[in-house]
């Protein structure tokens, strides 16, 4: 297809030229065309010369020569393509940039810095400002949260104990008060107010 269009455009730019007018020198020079040489201007036949004696002081007529047609110029086909074509520049080179390196964190030769843990300080939290009360009459203190873990102390209803874990789970931590007994309970068995009151 661009074949056929630039074949046109060339067909087109060649009938202009032989059948239209001639081109300006600007125009030649757009398309790069050399501009044609003037003829050189012909000799006078002196056979055509009017009979005037030049000796007797009169002098001979100059005869005017026939305009001659220009001869038309045409350019190659491959310089009206060129014309044509339009130029393709190539894009800019991009530089890649730089490889981002990141840098391993150095080991200290200080021993490693123990600090507690959001859970413990929510614990310790809790532990500081819940106390519940024992609601069974006699309850199991257990080494785990679940029936499997062996018994580690018993409370009795109405007995104070304090909550070291989240108080909404199935099974609770907590420390007995007085004689200090931690464990776990199951949370069925507790409640936050005081069952006498």
Same mark, same amino acid.
């Given at each position: 297809?661009?074949?056929?269009?630039?074949?046109?455009?060339?067909?087109?730019?060649?009938?202009?030229?032989?059948?239209?007018?001639?081109?300006?020198?600007?125009?030649?020079?757009?398309?790069?065309?050399?501009?044609?040489?003037?003829?050189?201007?012909?000799?006078? !036949?002196?056979?055509?010369?009017?009979?005037?004696?030049?000796?007797?002081?009169?002098?001979?007529?100059?005869?005017?020569?026939?305009?001659?047609?220009?001869?038309?110029?045409?350019?190659?086909?491959?310089?009206?393509?060129?014309?044509?074509?339009?130029?393709?520049?190539?894009?800019?080179?991009?530089?890649?940039? !730089?490889?981002?390196?990141?840098?391993?964190?150095?080991?200290?030769?200080?021993?490693?810095?123990?600090?507690?843990?959001?859970?413990?300080?929510?614990?310790?939290?809790?532990?500081?400002?819940?106390?519940?009360?024992?609601?069974?009459?006699?309850?199991?203190?257990?080494?785990g949260p679940?029936?499997?873990?062996?018994?580690?102390?018993?409370?009795?209803?109405?007995?104070a104990t304090?909550i070291l874990?989240?108080?909404? !789970? !199935?099974?609770?931590?907590?420390?007995?008060?007085?004689?200090?007994?931690?464990?776990?309970?199951?949370?069925?068995?507790?409640?936050?107010?005081?069952?006498?009151?």
């Open positions: 297809m661009i074949r056929l269009t630039l074949l046109l455009i060339v067909g087109i730019g060649i009938a202009l030229m032989v059948g239209g007018r001639d081109l300006s020198p600007e125009e030649m020079a757009e398309l790069g065309i050399a501009a044609p040489e003037p003829a050189p201007a012909e000799a006078a !036949d002196p056979q055509e010369a009017p009979d005037v004696d030049v000796a007797q002081g009169g002098t001979a007529p100059v005869t005017p020569e026939p305009a001659q047609a220009a001869e038309p110029v045409v350019p190659e086909p491959a310089a009206v393509v060129a014309a044509v074509e339009p130029e393709v520049s190539e894009p800019p080179a991009v530089e890649a940039p !730089d490889p981002v390196v990141a840098e391993l964190p150095v080991e200290s030769s200080d021993p490693p810095v123990d600090l507690p843990s959001v859970a413990d300080e929510i614990q310790a939290a809790l532990a500081e400002s819940q106390v519940w009360y024992v609601t069974g009459n006699v309850v199991n203190v257990r080494s679940s029936t499997s873990y062996e018994v580690v102390g018993k409370v009795t209803y109405g007995e304090e874990s989240d108080p909404s !789970d !199935d099974w609770v931590k907590i420390r007995i008060q007085g004689d200090g007994v931690e464990g776990y309970m199951a949370r069925r068995f507790l409640q936050d107010s005081e069952p006498n009151g």
